[in-house]
């Protein structure tokens, strides 16, 4: 209770800035790696590792593989931009080795959370060396778009970047996370490819993206599409005006959008009452988490699947 209290005043102000990043670029060699040396452990105890969203937790669970004990934060369906750490969220960090982060400002409630749980436990931001862009929206320019792992190439500089940490961390596994990482490596390289492969059905007059809040930069700019709007412009915290969303309808009229992209981590209500308004499909994708189980998206690469598969679909009629 205590806890919660302290979390309620510096909540409400996270929300408002909820998907913008200014997080500054990590550089995983000069600043984080130098941070990282072994952990002296008991015997059979392994490497604890905590990961803030199911998408870092997939990816960081293929890397380290039966060599850590992994506890992920973020609930499936969870908004990492919004989301409240719990107290048993607050216990784990503070009994883990290791935090990995997405970075670039998504997880709105990570500085608290350090700051409560305090000492100096090394994190790891996963998006370390990859070069952010910006996002577009005219007022919001200068600020960083976190959603990096919506181009699979991004999730190949994670991999790296989690192989290197893990071995800093946990030496004699090295060989483990190395051959992990190298697996999932090829995966991801064929991921890519059936991704190329399956927007080139879509008519290039029809590649254009009308989201619920503005995530799909990094896929556009690598898949070939454009992100012409969002319900949400800035993000799923802050409400948008009536004149916004009359201007979105009208953009959806103008370029003749078949559909609307929600999300599974955000109320659809808007994003339906837009689509009933220009006579367009509501179809729900997943963005800043995986789906829970039974959903068909319970990985990261069954997700970039499903989303892709919902896309395709959408824009070929
Ligand atoms: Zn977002």
Redo the contacts with the bound molecule.
Sequence with gaps: MVLRQRFFPVFLLLVLV??AGSAPRADLEAEVLPTLSPVARGEGELLRVVATTTIVGDVVARVGSTAIELTVLLPPGA???TYEPTPADLTAVSRAHVLFVNGLG?EGFLERTLRNVGGNLPVVPVSAGIRPRMLAEDEHAGETD??VWLDVRNVMVWVENIRQALSALDPTHASLYAANAAAYRAELEALDGWIQEQVARVPPENRKLVTN???FGYFADRYGFEQVAAVYPV??GAEPSAREVAELEETIRRFGVPAVFAETTVNPKLAEQVARDTGVRVVTLY??SLGGPGSGAETYIAMMQSNVRAIVEALSD
């Design positions: 909820a998907c908004d990492p931009h998504l976190p959603h809040h503005p995530a993000s799923p963005t800043g």
